[in-house]
């Protein structure tokens, strides 16, 4: 099992920065990647970014691209969310989730490629 919490959510104003963390425990030696994903009221749940924990290649979805950056601290099994020039549209609860075992695909945005997932952590932008 891996537990994952995330922390670092907030209320901030549009064009603000904020950073989430998600702290992985457990069996994460064999995690290999992580993601964030969100979901904004009376909406599905949509992919935001993810990383590989070896190499660290990443991958975003459009509407954040140019603004967020994922990354990883190994050290810590630490996965970061940072967000720039957040917008009202950005306001969601984001999801950490972690993938244990191989994954031969390159496609990271779906939800059901993820084994663990967090509780979630609240965004809102005011505009």
Do not use: H
């Not at 549209?89 to 972690?98: H, I, K, R």
Request: net charge positive; aromatic share 14%.
């Amino acid at each position: 099992q891996v537990q994952l919490v995330e922390s670092g959510g907030g209320l901030v104003q549009a064009g603000d920065s904020l950073r989430l963390s998600c702290a992985a425990s457990g069996r994460t030696f064999s995690t290999y990647a992580m993601g964030w994903f969100r979901q904004a009221p009376g909406k599905e749940r949509e992919f935001v970014a993810a990383i590989r924990w070896g190499g660290g290649r990443t991958y975003y979805a459009d509407s954040v691209k140019g603004r967020f950056t994922i990354s990883r601290d190994n050290a810590k099994t630490t996965v970061y969310l940072q967000m720039n020039s957040l917008k009202p549209e950005d306001t969601a609860v984001y999801y950490c989730a972690s993938r244990s075992g191989y994954y031969s695909g390159r496609d990271y945005s779906a939800d059901e490629l993820y084994n663990y997932w967090g509780q979630g952590t609240q965004v809102t932008v005011s505009s």
